[in-house]
């Protein structure tokens, strides 16, 4: 049973384009969402986190947005370049989890110049 | 700050053989944790330490894995007998403080593992 969906494997977006990941949860407990970043070779790197009391956080180009009663959650790049190219988890967890995170398949984002 | 160390980068063994990976994680953190993650799929949850104690290994297959983290610093994560299945990387993360949920984990580079 997938906890945390991350329906588009993959995603292609034009340089300087504004690329959206998508993210949706079934766990109503999960009140703390991360996202990371993947190059290949390396581990996850964090990115970005929101918590369930916001529905919006930002940190420069990256912004994270979550819609808690449809269970979804979408991480913004805008302007997308050519190195946020890279593998993007969305993860998930709540008090109940300790900081076990339940992390989703994926989505390859590959920003063309 | 130093990152979270690895070793071995890359592992090829037979079926039924045994295998050992080591994790050294950042200085002072004290909650670590071993991932596996398939192609394909994201990291999945093996096992937390909170020091040298263990938090959580509901999805540790017992029967041929093992973990510890003895004085509560590195780790080791072992693997015997292999099967074909346990083909995966396999990555170890920190955090500061397991009581505080804002705290991201930060991951080392992994170990591939492939099984012949």
């Known amino acids: 049973d997938q906890q945390v969906k991350q329906n588009s494997p993959s995603l292609s977006v034009q340089e300087g384009r504004i690329s959206i990941l998508n993210c949706d949860y079934t766990n109503s407990m999960f009140d703390y969402f991360l996202w990371y970043k993947k190059y290949p070779a390396e581990g996850p790197t964090f990115l970005i986190s929101i918590s369930s009391i916001k529905d919006k956080n930002e940190d420069g180009r990256f912004t994270v947005f979550l819609n808690k009663s449809a269970k979804h959650l979408s991480l913004h790049i805008v302007p997308s370049q050519p190195g946020d190219s890279a593998v993007y988890f969305c993860a998930a967890t709540s008090d109940n989890y300790g900081q076990n995170f339940v992390f989703g398949p994926g989505t390859r984002l590959s920003v063309l110049p | 700050e130093a990152g979270v160390a690895q070793s071995p980068r890359y592992k090829i063994i037979e079926k039924r053989q045994s295998v050992a990976f080591w994790c050294n994680p950042i200085?002072?953190?004290?909650?670590l944790y071993w991932y596996q993650q398939i192609l394909g799929q994201g990291p999945k949850l093996l096992i937390q330490?909170?020091?040298?104690?263990?938090?959580?290994d509901s999805q540790l297959p017992k029967d041929r894995f093992s973990a510890e983290r003895l004085k509560g610093v590195d780790s080791t994560l072992k693997i015997q007998p292999a099967k074909l299945e346990d083909s995966a990387v396999y990555l170890c993360a920190s955090s500061h403080n397991a009581g505080n949920s804002l705290q991201p984990q930060h991951f080392g580079d992994g170990t591939r593992l492939s099984i012949l």
């Open positions: 200085s002072g953190h004290a909650t």
């Open positions: 330490f909170q020091n040298n104690g263990v938090v959580d």
